[in-house]
């Protein structure tokens, strides 16, 4: 049952268990792999904090896996030797400048682009949206420090 809306769906109950899915393997699957072949693995020797506090109507800096078009995907609790972690899809707001090489993934057609964000943002409160009534929420960026175009691990697929 959802804790924000009392309501229980066959998606809130795949969203749960999604949660405890590594943060790389919870990105979308790429079926043409060939041009990404030579892009660095996501999240490869990137130190993501223990924890990334979120706090409603609050700015923060976090890092997440931006898949373009789509959503941020977020580990906010990485406990110390354990490979599993809290992790939530936030659906982004630009009130900022988006840096160069993401504007041009948004206005290219190849969508299945992804991008290890550093960014600034205001998360909104989690909520049930869409036609399932998935819970998630949205985040305003206000702040771009850092993107890296990455491909996911063929062992995490």
Known sequence: MCKYCLKTTAAEEIESVLEWIPLRAALLYVEDEAPMKDLPVLLHNVEIPAEQKVVTGQANFYIGIYAVQLWITLQLTHPPGFTFGKI????????????????????????????????????SERGCSGRTGVCDREVRVTQISKVREGRISEYER
């Open 88 to 123: 939530e899809r936030w659906w982004p707001i630009f009130g900022c400048e988006v840096r160069r090489e993401v504007q041009a993934a948004l206005d290219s057609p190849r969508d299945e682009r992804y991008f290890e964000m550093w960014f600034r943002g205001v998360p």
